[in-house]
């Protein structure tokens, strides 16, 4: 035991837990016990009941271990203000805020501000509050996982949820991430959404053909098997080729392969037709154009035209593929 004042000072400097080797008399001495909570805030289970009742003591300690807010007083830990500032420190102070205080909206706001887990602690009144809950969730989508039963069982409420921010849709059960209507409701307003469907829906061809209909990027977050599918990306292809660029490569060599010379220009959104002039040469095989000859040509954003035999341009786009997912010009890279 600890009772010299100097000495019990230089060892809770060097560790703030030897105050528990102290005298009561020094556990009560609000110099070392600062000194000690000052170099680690556990210390304050071992100080005085007075000082773990002195705001500036027990604040000290909360600056190097929010958890010594377990160790303060009754009286403080029930004081809202002081519980507060302890979870405007760090929202997981929380924990150790008496229930009674845990349904206080405007804690609870500091709290789940900085990480929608804080929910989890807050009074069930609060889970169970509509309004505050859409409030956290704008910033916040994860308070979505504790909110009360009642709420996540209402689909009315999922759906003004997803409005306010869809990537709530990864807090939902399993059961409405696999829900059609839920996941149909999140892709229309991101289409990155998709990624938290349930696994269920992501490998399900019609629902995902449909989803592609309202944004092809939801294409990403199909299932390897559908994105290996030659079948199914055929049919998804046909309803935007931009889904290729998620396709597996064996699939995207196959079906860039069935694609006609004479249907370029149907199939890629920038190349457009041109008629050759002996002036002029193929830009990858650098052939001269006969009078009249049936060409093809990519038209960049800037109005340019870079022209190609049909069948060196086919066979160029298929060659690329096992550097770039989608069909880029030869010349400048840019997607056709
Ligand atoms: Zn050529
Ligand atoms: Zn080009």
Known sequence: MITDRDEALRRVRENGVNLRLCSEELRGDREVVF???????????????????DPAVVRQALESSIEAFGD???????????ASDAVRLSW??????PLTLRGDLSLIRIASMQDGEALYWAA??????????????????????????????????????????????????????????????????????????SHELRSNSDFMLEMIGIDWKVFEFATEGLRGSFDFVLKAYRTNPKVIRFSTLAVRKRIFGLIAPEELEDRFEHVVSFTGHPSESCQICLTEFYE????????????LLHHFHRECLRQAIIADLDRSSYPRCPIDRDPL
């Open 72 to 82: 303060a007083s009754i009286r403080l830990r029930n004081d809202l203000g002081f």
């Open 124 to 197: 069930p009144s609060v889970q169970d509050d509509e309004d505050f809950i859409m409030e956290i969730v704008a910033t916040q989508p994860s308070a979505a996982y504790f909110m009360s039963q009642r709420l996540s069982s209402d689909k009315r409420v999922l759906r003004d949820l997803l409005a306010i921010n869809w990537r709530v849709l990864n807090f939902f059960s399993l059961r409405d991430r696999g829900d059609p209507g839920i996941v149909k409701e999140a892709v229309r307003i991101s289409p990155d959404a998709m990624e938290y469907a």
């Open 35 to 53: 000194e000690a909570v000052k170099q680690k805030g556990e210390a304050l289970e071992y100080a005085s009941v007075e000082l773990r009742d």
């Open 292 to 303: 009249g000859e049936n060409a093809v040509a990519h038209k960049t954003p800037q109005g």
């Open 92 to 97: 997981e102070a929380l924990p150790y805020v």
